[in-house]
């Protein structure tokens, strides 16, 4: 991302305040799109449960003010972006000419938990890239959120301008998050996004040696009730990355980030896309 770029979508940021049958079902399972018709039926053996009504997937969405998604397509055999630990591939779109886009959360300060009934009722994905520091105070949080479907990959330990620091200051970091989201959630991350969008070769490099296959930046950027859009760009694209934030009501004037959380999938559906799963692409 150009200098000039990084530095008004911190600037903004700063502005705004920068398999238990008995879990929900992962996306694509626990939400049948608009005007689907819900089957009921299951594998052989297993216990038969009807997906929900129709009215029933209406009446959850109007909860937040928002219609219900469409369903995304089947993510394709071969992911359209290939990892490469010995030179991580930096990534702000993902190739696709299907109307799908990609959220993705960062840091965790805040820890709404309307947010959690909110995901529960939409099943829509989110790509959650967390600091250890707010992991730590509260895991059992972010672990609801992966129960549902949601994968949390890295984000360093510390949030710090990465350029500033030394090559074994920055793995240090990065690898330090993957050992603490691998130990709190059974699962070491594979997608990396550097804070504040801010990386060098050194970056690159660290993030390999920490098993991260790919960078991910943005093209969008919430900011409270609308996007700000990468340079250039005035409208969403099909395989865009959007950038949101943990943040709340004293960072993001009194609004708080459920609210922040519809206002961005209301503008995601006026323009007439729907969510994918990052990581079924990536």
């Known amino acids: 991302m150009r200098l000039g770029v990084v530095g008004a979508v911190v600037a903004a940021l700063l502005l705004a305040g920068c398999g238990d049958d008995n879990k929900p079902k992962p996306f694509g399972q626990n939400m049948p799109s608009a005007g689907a018709v819900p089957s009921g039926s299951s594998a052989p053996g297993n216990n038969t449960q009807a997906a929900p009504a129709p009215d029933d997937v209406q009446a959850a969405a109007a909860r937040w003010g928002i219609k219900p998604f469409a369903a995304p397509p089947k993510p394709p055999a071969q992911k359209p972006v290939k990892a490469n630990l010995s030179a991580p591939v930096v990534v702000r779109q993902v190739p696709t000419d299907q109307k799908i886009v990609f959220v993705t959360l960062d840091d965790g300060a805040e820890k709404d938990p309307k947010f959690l009934d909110m995901l529960k009722d939409l099943g829509v994905p989110v790509t959650m890239f967390l600091n250890d520091t707010y992991i730590k105070q509260n895991p059992d949080y972010f672990k609801k959120l992966q129960e549902l479907g949601n994968t949390i990959q890295n984000h360093t330990v510390d949030h710090p301008n990465l350029k500033t620091l030394s090559a074994e200051a920055q793995k240090r970091e ?83 980030m459920t609210q922040m959380m519809a206002n961005l999938f209301k503008k995601i559906q006026e323009q007439g896309f729907t969510i994918a799963r990052l990581d079924d692409y990536v």
């Open 174 to 256: 990065i690898c330090g998050d993957s050992d603490a989201i691998a130990a709190a959630y059974g699962k070491r991350p594979v997608l990396f996004r550097p804070p504040f969008g801010n990386y060098n070769d050194a970056t690159l490099k660290a993030a390999g040696e920490c098993g991260m296959g790919a960078i991910i930046l943005w093209r969008e950027s919430m900011q409270i009730n609308d996007m700000q859009y990468d340079e250039g760009l005035k409208k969403l694209h099909p395989g865009d990355i959007i950038l949101a934030h943990f943040r709340g009501p004293s960072e993001l004037k009194g609004t708080t």
